[in-house]
């Protein structure tokens, strides 16, 4: 085995986050509809897909923390003699082993993806508790016209969002794109990101508060049907 070969193996197991990433997003948007669809009876089909969740949260959790091992292994193995390449298996086994026995099953709560499959979803009940559906889409038409320029404009790009993140200790919201770049830039300068929204005090913004809101996301699609039929 060589660090070429290992530093492939790294590659492929990021694209599989990317696409453990995707797969949590779908299964959110699917409880969203079932939400909508049940009211005020959860159905044990959105139950289950909350089970899947946290089976993707672990999953992603331990590729994080295997890549971490590798990538920690590799570098003493670099510093140190090349013959030591032959027991990098065992170390990183072990290193990995020791990792995931300390790690607990309650954290998987607090997985970014998890914290907004549950928000979304009970978002989606409330609405579907409030509305029904014959005049649902009469209803998102009346919230989108009144609260666009409060809620779907980023205080970023000054335009509408696209993909809403939710800011869960100011509540205020950008889209995703603009404030990860501001964050990125941020964090580049070894600066805190400070919220864009005029007169909040919230002076660091961090990924871990960030929650995609695809309730809002919805609403903002509605309008757009809505503005093209016109």
């Given amino acids: ?3 070429s070969s290992v530093r492939t193996t790294l590659s492929s197991l990021e694209s599989c986050q990317a696409d453990i990433s995707t797969g949590m997003d779908i299964v959110t948007d699917v409880a969203m509809d079932l939400a909508e669809a049940q009211g005020e009876e959860m159905s044990a089909g959105v139950k289950e897909l909350e089970a899947m969740m946290l089976e993707c949260a672990k999953l992603d959790r331990e590729i994080n923390h295997f890549v971490d ?3 920690q292994v590799t570098a003493q193995i670099d510093r140190q003699q090349p013959e030591e390449l032959f027991t990098l298996s065992t170390k ?10 300390r790690l ?5 709560q607090n997985h970014r993806k998890v914290l907004s499959f549950r928000e979304n979803v009970m978002n989606s009940d409330k609405q579907a508790n409030k509305e029904s559906a014959a005049n ?42 603009a404030i990860v770049e501001l964050i990125e830039r941020r964090r580049n300068q070894k600066k805190k990101c400070r919220c ?17 809101d695809k309730v809002l996301r919805r609403k903002i699609q509605s309008q757009n049907r809505q503005s093209s039929k016109k």
């Avoid at 969002?161 to 919201?173: A, E, G, S």
């Fill in 1 to 3: 085995m060589s660090l």
């Fill in 92 to 101: 990183v086994k072990k290193e990995f082993t020791d990792r995931i026995a």
């Fill in 69 to 71: 091992v590798v990538q």
């Fill in 136 to 177: 649902m889409e009469e209803i998102d038409e009346d919230i989108a016209v009144t609260q666009s320029q409060v809620n779907f404009t980023c205080p970023l790009t000054q335009v509408e969002m696209v993909n809403p993140m939710k800011n869960k200790k100011c509540n205020h919201y950008y889209d995703e794109n």
């Fill in 196 to 212: 864009p929204v005029v007169g909040c005090g919230n002076t660091d913004v961090k990924m871990s508060d960030l929650i995609p």
């Fill in 104 to 108: 607990s099953d309650a954290d998987l």
